[in-house]
């Protein structure tokens, strides 16, 4: 997705860091923010590179309130596979919240792409009014 060989939905996107749609979001909004350059593990990564990727995080987090109309969210961040990370590439989970639904953190649903593209452009849309 950082190369472009894979299709992704963009909600952010800087020379260092890019942050993305979830293709199967526990809660709709859910996003990705990650750095460009590949770490496995947050404790991999030196602590300017930890710095600049959560700098971005309320920025998106923000746009994505706003977007939704979330009444909240949460943060999250895997490490290894005993952790649940997926895929071996530092990836903060940004995840709204509704007080309508609750807080189900096992419950996930598969976005369609026409929901997922709307979306990606409704956040993208908040970053750049900025």
Same mark, same amino acid.
């Given at each position: @997705?950082?190369?472009? *060989?894979?299709?992704?939905? $963009?909600?952010?996107?800087?020379? =260092? !860091?890019?942050?993305? @749609? ?7 909004? !859910?996003?990705?923010? @990650?750095?460009?350059? !590949? ?5 991999? @990564?030196? %602590?300017?590179? $930890?710095?600049?990727?959560?700098? *971005? $995080? ?9 977007? =939704? ?19 071996? %590439? $530092? !990836?903060? %989970? ?9 807080? =189900?953190?096992?419950?996930? =649903? ?21």
């Amino acid at each position: @997705m950082i190369n472009k *060989k894979q299709d992704a939905y $963009v909600v952010y996107e800087d020379s =260092t !860091h890019i942050a993305i @749609m979830d293709k199967y979001p526990v809660q709709e909004g !859910h996003s990705l923010v @990650m750095p460009k350059a !590949h770490f496995e593990k947050i404790i991999d @990564m030196p %602590h300017e590179e $930890v710095s600049a990727l959560f700098s *971005k $995080v309320p920025i998106i987090a923000k746009a994505i309130l706003d977007a =939704t109309g979330a009444d909240g969210f949460n943060i999250g961040q895997n490490n290894g596979k005993s952790a649940n990370q997926i895929i071996p %590439h $530092v !990836h903060v %989970h940004i995840i709204p919240r509704y007080k309508k639904i609750g807080n =189900t953190w096992a419950r996930r =649903t598969i976005a369609s792409d026409e929901e997922l593209k709307n979306l990606a452009a409704k956040i993208n849309a908040k970053i750049n009014s900025r």
